[in-house]
């Protein structure tokens, strides 16, 4: 895996924290010091990607300026998400070009220090999956979006973006980072728009199965952040400064 690329969707404007970011760029909103989409970044790089492509709004000219061409020696580019249509659609933008596989990190996501990701890729690696997921395990009455059902063995049986009761039964979600196989592009390709108008990916991760690939989940070691809210920022703090 190493020398790969890595895609980050990082279009998001984060409504819901205006107040912190003054309607600019979710990934610019300051935690623990410093932009969202840095710890991201810093992630990547521990990882050994060998470059990233950031996905970004149309006409976003603020994230070009805080990070420039590179990041700790990796080349950034930087890929317009014209309009919101969903993060299927953003991962294939980031995603154009690139033949081999490739790893995809959320934006908006916070890991605490001694999360470990390696796993994802060492059972991407093994050969016999098209992808791998992070995911978390919850209480059933907390899986929102992106559940995920794995069996015993840790294959991913169904995928579903917006669970019903069943669903949340299965008691894990996607945690924010994947390993992909090159599949996935014709995957992200064939996705529908869902009933929110968006192209979800983990319809696109449904669709590797459909095609008999085989597709493998790694529990989340720990804690981790999805920065949506004020009360979520101050959760991510705590973390990065424990």
């Given at each position: 895996m190493k020398g790969l690329r890595a895609v980050v969707p990082a279009a998001g404007r984060g409504s819901r924290l205006r107040a912190r970011t003054g309607g600019g760029p979710k990934g610019l909103v300051q935690v623990a010091g410093r932009p969202l989409l840095a710890h991201v970044l810093d992630r990547l790089v521990e990882l050994d990607a060998s470059a990233v492509s950031v996905v970004v709004s149309s006409g976003d000219?603020?994230?070009?300026?805080?990070?420039?061409?590179?990041?700790?020696?990796?080349?950034?580019?930087?890929?317009?998400?014209?309009?919101?249509l969903?993060?299927?659609?953003?991962?294939?933008?980031?995603?154009?070009?690139?033949?081999?596989?490739?790893?995809?990190?959320?934006?908006?996501?916070?890991?605490?220090?001694?999360?470990?990701?390696?796993?994802?890729?060492?059972?991407?690696?093994?050969?016999?999956?098209?992808?791998?997921?992070?995911?978390?395990?919850?209480?059933?009455?907390?899986v929102g979006r992106g559940a995920v059902h794995v069996d015993d063995e840790g294959r991913v049986r169904g995928l579903m973006e917006y669970p019903g009761t069943e669903e949340q039964r299965w008691g894990r979600v996607a945690a924010g980072f994947y390993a992909f196989g090159p599949e996935i592009r014709e995957a992200l390709d064939s996705v529908e728009p869902s009933p929110a108008g968006e192209l979800e990916l983990p319809a696109a991760v449904r669709r590797l199965l459909e095609w008999g690939h085989g597709?493998?989940?790694?529990?989340?070691?720990?804690?981790?952040?999805?920065v949506n809210t004020p009360v979520d920022l101050d959760r991510a703090e705590r973390l990065l400064r424990t």
């Open positions: 000219e603020a994230i070009r300026r805080c990070f420039g061409a590179e990041w700790r020696g990796r080349p950034l580019r930087y890929v317009e998400q014209g309009e919101p969903g993060l299927a659609h953003a991962v294939a933008l980031g995603a154009q070009g690139c033949q081999d596989s490739f790893l995809v990190m959320h934006g908006d996501v916070v890991f605490a220090p001694g999360v470990e990701l390696h796993p994802v890729i060492d059972r991407f690696e093994r050969g016999d999956v098209a992808a791998c997921l992070l995911i978390e395990r919850r209480e059933p009455e907390r597709v493998a989940a790694v529990d989340l070691e720990g804690e981790r952040v999805n």
